[in-house]
């Protein structure tokens, strides 16, 4: 069974460009994440969707991050304009089911993000 | 959400066993412990889940005690490919995972 792929693996832009980052979850799980490393800093949470809906976007740092989940497959992130504090490594995770307790999660190997 | 705390860094030689341990004093009745671990340029990977006593499957014990006050993630006789940052995560908040710093472990020859 194929795992979360993420593409770009890796990704340079200068400031003010836009950038779309795209997942693929693990076929068949409804839930997808998006999270993000930034230098230094402990990976955090940015959004949740659930088939192609968005359950929790609280961790999105602001409205220059735009996340779509069309037809509740694959997943991008767009980042536009770009700014240098969003350089980091974004993860993407699906999971099957989401119980109150217990949720694991697999992620892909994550898209390194540049932006100079 | 309950908030945990690991040591930042560990040493170790090929061989030897290595336990991580883990506080989560506010754990609440319902949460898991689930650790995780991330190899260098890799996304963090499910490595196991207890709610008490002890768990184990093919890659790690872990070590749950009666107040579930703090867990012990247990490596037998790691080598050098078990050199990662291993993170130690408590309860859900609707669905996503929160990560601490996680414990570096470094396997040595």
């Known amino acids: 069974e194929a795992g979360v792929t993420q593409f770009p693996s890796h990704s340079v832009i200068e400031k003010g460009q836009t950038v779309t980052l795209r997942c693929d979850p693990i076929s068949g799980h409804d839930n997808l994440y998006w999270y993000r490393r930034v230098m230094g800093k402990e990976i955090k949470f940015l959004l949740h969707?659930?088939?192609?809906?968005?359950?929790?976007e609280s961790g999105m740092p602001n409205n220059r991050f735009l996340a779509e989940r069309t037809g509740g497959t694959y997943s991008t992130l767009k980042v536009q304009p770009a700014e240098l504090e969003d350089s980091g490594v974004y993860f993407c995770?699906?999971?099957?089911?989401?119980?109150?307790?217990?949720?694991?999660?697999?992620f892909g190997p994550g898209t390194r993000l540049t932006v100079l | 959400l309950a908030k945990t705390t690991q040591p930042i860094s560990m040493d170790s030689y090929e061989g030897q066993e290595v336990n991580i341990t883990c506080s989560h004093n506010?754990?609440?009745?319902?949460?898991?412990i689930t650790w995780y671990q991330q190899f260098p340029s890799q996304g963090p990977r499910f490595i196991i889940q207890?709610?008490?006593t002890k768990v184990t499957n093919e890659v790690a014990s872990l070590f749950i005690p009666a107040d579930r006050k703090s867990s012990t993630l247990s490596l037998p006789r790691v080598s050098l490919s078990d050199t990662a940052v291993y993170y130690c995560?408590?309860?859900?908040?609707?669905?996503?995972?929160?990560f601490g710093q996680g414990t570096t472990l470094q396997v040595k020859p």
């Open positions: 969707f659930v088939k192609e809906s968005k359950q929790d």
């Open positions: 995560l408590v309860g859900l908040e609707l669905g996503k995972l929160i």
């Open positions: 506010n754990i609440a009745t319902n949460d898991y």
């Open positions: 995770a699906s999971s099957q089911e989401r119980l109150a307790s217990e949720n694991t999660q697999y």
């Open positions: 207890g709610y008490k």
